[in-house]
T-cell receptor, first 113, second 113 residues
Framework: DTEVTQTPKHLVMGMTNKKSLKCEQH?????MYWYKQKAKKPPELMFV???????INESVPSRFSPECPNSSLLNLHLHALQPEDSALYLC????????????FGAGSRLTVL | GENVEQHPSTLSVQEGDSAVIKCTYS??????FPWYKQELGKGPQLIID?????GEKKDQRIAVTLNKTAKHFSLHITETQPEDSAVYFC????????????FGKGTHLIIQP
């Protein structure tokens, strides 16, 4: 299995909702990442997990809460989001922290009403 | 932090012709330079990469060149085909990628039949 799987593919939520995005990989990778991509823009790094511990938080607002319950799973919990948070959220993984090659998932497209 | 500039933002070429996309980076400590292809509705897919100890790398119709002195790297696609139409992102990373990737703004490549 050489894929990063993200669910759901599409999510529409109101500003008062609580929802979660999920990411799963079975490649034995020990580094996992969340990126945010706005339309016609490059991906922007949000969080990095190394060996299931948060190693980088790029000053992301607390309404985004990441979680790495085990080496194969990465969640992004969403609460009280704003319409400007609407974007494609990409998960990626790499074999070990510091390994350059990132494998991306197809993304979860989030719309906040 | 690292800053990656990418040109052009849009490139239209005739099928069968070559396409060249150029990127510059700001931090001489960057040591890994991947190129990603992103098709509509999909996540970025790694197509080729190069490390700072190599000047050129080729994989069939795709090649990447790196000029460390000028802090400049380029993607070359020969004999372009309709399926090459996509958005292409260059990226750079330091510390072996432990801090994630810094992406250029992307190039929308259009292959005219």
């Amino acid at each position: 299995d050489t894929e990063v799987t993200q669910t759901p593919k599409h999510l529409v939520m109101g500003m008062t909702n609580k929802k979660s995005l999920k990411c799963e990989q079975h490649m034995g990778h020990r580094a996992m990442y969340w990126y945010k991509q706005k339309a016609k823009k490059p991906p922007e790094l949000m969080f990095v997990y190394s060996y299931e511990k948060l190693s980088i938080n790029e000053s992301v607002p607390s309404r985004f809460s990441p979680e790495c319950p085990n080496s194969s799973l990465l969640n992004l919990h969403l609460h009280a989001l704003q319409p400007e948070d609407s974007a494609l959220y990409l998960c990626a993984s790499s074999s070990v922290p510091g390994a350059n090659v990132l494998t991306f998932g197809a993304g979860s497209r989030l719309t906040v009403l | 932090g690292e800053n990656v500039e990418q040109h052009p933002s849009t490139l239209s070429v005739q099928e069968g012709d070559s396409a060249v996309i150029k990127c510059t980076y700001s931090d001489s400590a960057s040591n890994y330079f991947p190129w990603y292809k992103q098709e509509l509705g999909k996540g970025p897919q790694l197509i080729i990469d190069i490390r700072s100890n190599v000047g050129e790398k080729k994989d069939q119709r795709i090649a990447v060149t790196l000029n460390k002195t000028a802090k400049h790297f380029s993607l070359h696609i020969t004999e372009t085909q309709p399926e090459d139409s996509a958005v292409y992102f260059c990226a750079a990373s330091m510390r072996g990628g432990a801090d994630g990737l810094t992406f250029g703004k992307g190039t929308h490549l259009i292959i005219q039949p």
